[in-house]
């Protein structure tokens, strides 16, 4: 990767770790009242130094709020050229999922057809009585 990639990557990430619906934890869909509201009630418990308010979770890593971030977060969104723009990096950086893990538990309706190769005990399933009919 050379280096404008990198660059942009990186300014990419930063743009989603700073994105006004993450900063403020909204949904997207939110109406003016709400997301007033919880501009509010973020600078509130910033002023009382409550450790839940400093970060906040994105679909990138964690993020650090402070007050100034709130109200740079909160006139963006007050801007309609600029919510709209926030609205899109919301929604790309959430419809970016991470792969499923083959190891969860997800229930036997979910088990594969074939077993994996790399189990250690393909044949467990029919020796104990599942799957059969």
């Known amino acids: 990767m050379d280096s404008e990639q990198q660059s942009a990557t990186l300014s990419a990430l930063a ?5 006004a619906f993450f900063v403020l934890e909204l949904d997207i869909a939110c109406s003016r ?7 509010q009630k973020l600078l509130a418990m910033l002023e009382l130094g409550l450790s839940s308010a400093t970060t906040y979770s994105t679909p990138v890593g964690t993020g650090i ?5 709130v109200r740079l977060a909160s006139a963006r969104l007050r801007d309609p050229e600029k919510r709209l723009e926030e609205e899109l990096w919301a929604r790309i950086a959430k419809a970016e999922k ?9 229930g ?3 088990l594969p057809k074939k077993p994996r190769p790399d189990a250690p ?7 104990f009585g599942w799957g059969r009919k």
């Open 15 to 19: 743009r989603v770790r700073e994105n």
């Open 98 to 106: 991470p792969p499923p893990d083959p190891d969860a538990d997800l």
């Open 33 to 39: 009242m709400e997301m007033e509201r919880q501009a």
């Open 65 to 69: 709020r402070d007050a100034d971030k």
């Open 121 to 127: 005990w393909p044949n467990a399933l029919p020796a």
């Open 108 to 110: 036997l309706e979910d």
